[in-house]
């Protein structure tokens, strides 16, 4: 059976679940957030949508949300007037993002920002590229998670700000959970934090995300990656979760860069004994995590070769570790914020002790 879900606030949308279609209801007129099922073939021809085409103009927001990710589109877009909603779905086996151009129109209007609209989009779109129409599986809390989270991510790497990611769930989001939908609460954190991690990853502020490990400075030359095991391959078609449980248990999950991280979740949240990897399938890290950021001890594999084995606070070396230079040199002592900080020692390649002193952000002081 092909179905969708429209979910309306007064006249606005949200964002949509995916559920086995009931009979067809009314809309709200109470301003109420209340999610009406349909079945989808009456819609769509109504709409005649095989000769229904996508004007251009969401030809190309969908070509600037796709873009910064290198994701290919594996859906058609169609424009179907009078529908007042955006929506995924599929029928007969092929995708489709269907739309309502007046209808979304109206959304940035009331919204005053043309990133509502373009939100809703990204949540949608993610609904497709993690699989979530097709798995057979229903409307899930977690999969609006997913697309929220997948949401956020995209809209940073466009250049929206943290609060523009925010202005369509804040708008129409409900302020209580249902059985298929989480509450505007948690949808909001958790667009924040694929706002967040787009940040960690591509930096383009000084004071929003969480920053990655830093290097220490060497003018070394640096070999190949140490690391080369690649674990089991995995869908290239897909982000999101992969497997198990990546709300409260053990999971992989995949982000829209490609990198994927196994391990411990908590409430969506990296949380336990994980490991990350880049989007090759080189290790990247490995160790423990809290509340979605590398925390306690771990090791951090660099691009140049480089490791970095100890403490972690926030993501960073924070404490007493050793940092591993490709070329075999070595450096075991104190770190703040990825930098030397406190009593160390620097070791060559033979294991000769080099240099000893007390070091101050990155430099030796005595």
């Keep these: 059976m092909n179905s969708y879900t429209v979910c309306v606030v007064a006249g606005l949308i949200t964002l949509s679940a995916f559920v086995p279609a009931p009979a067809p209801q009314s809309p709200p007129t109470n301003g109420n957030f209340v999610c009406n099922y349909s079945g989808i073939n009456g819609l769509l021809a109504n709409c005649n ?30 424009e179907c007037p009078n529908t007042q909603n955006c929506f995924a779905t599929v029928v007969n086996g092929q995708r489709y993002i269907i739309y309502d151009g007046a209808f979304m129109q109206r959304i940035e209007t009331v919204t005053e920002t043309d990133w509502s609209a373009i939100s ?20 899930q809390p977690q999969k609006e998670l997913e697309a929220d989270k997948f949401s956020g991510f995209v809209l940073h790497q466009l250049g929206a700000s943290l609060e523009e990611s925010l202005v369509a769930i804040r ?13 505007k609460l948690s ?42 095991n690649k674990p089991a391959s995995v ?51 490995k160790g423990g995590f809290k509340d979605d950021v590398r925390s306690g ?19 960073t070396p924070n404490g007493r570790g050793t940092y591993y230079f490709a070329d075999g040199d070595r450096f075991n002592g104190y770190f703040r914020n990825g930098r030397r900080h406190g009593p160390g020692i620097l070791y060559n390649a033979e ?12 430099e030796k002081i005595r």
Excluded at 267 to 272: A, L, P, T, V
Excluded at 297 to 315: C, P, S
């Design 187 to 228: 949808r909001v954190e958790h667009i924040r934090k694929g706002w967040l991690e787009a940040e960690e990853m591509y930096p383009r502020t000084k004071t929003a995300g969480r920053p990655a490990p830093a290097t220490i400075a060497s003018s070394r030359p640096a070999p190949a990656t140490p690391v080369d």
């Design 49 to 78: 949508y095989v000769r229904s085409a996508s004007n251009g103009h969401a030809e190309k927001v969908v070509e600037r949300i796709l873009k910064p990710i290198g994701l290919m589109r594996n859906f058609k877009i169609i």
């Design 171 to 183: 708008a129409l989001g409900n302020e209580h959970p249902t059985p298929t939908h989480p509450a």
């Design 297 to 315: 001890t771990g090791i951090y594999y660099y691009r140049n070769g480089d490791r970095y084995a100890g403490q972690f606070v926030n993501n």
């Design 120 to 139: 809703i989009m990204a949540h949608e779109i993610g609904h497709h590229l993690q699989g979530h129409t097709i798995d057979g599986r229903g409307g």
């Design 235 to 285: 869908s290239a078609n897909r982000v999101g979760c992969l497997s198990g449980n990546c709300l409260d248990g053990k999971g992989v999950f995949m982000y829209p860069t490609r990198e994927r991280y196994e391990g411990d979740f908590d409430e969506g949240d990296k949380h336990g004994a994980g490991t990350e990897y880049y989007a090759d399938g080189k290790l990247k890290y």
């Design 351 to 362: 294991g000769t002790e080099e240099e000893r002193g007390l070091y101050e952000n990155d």
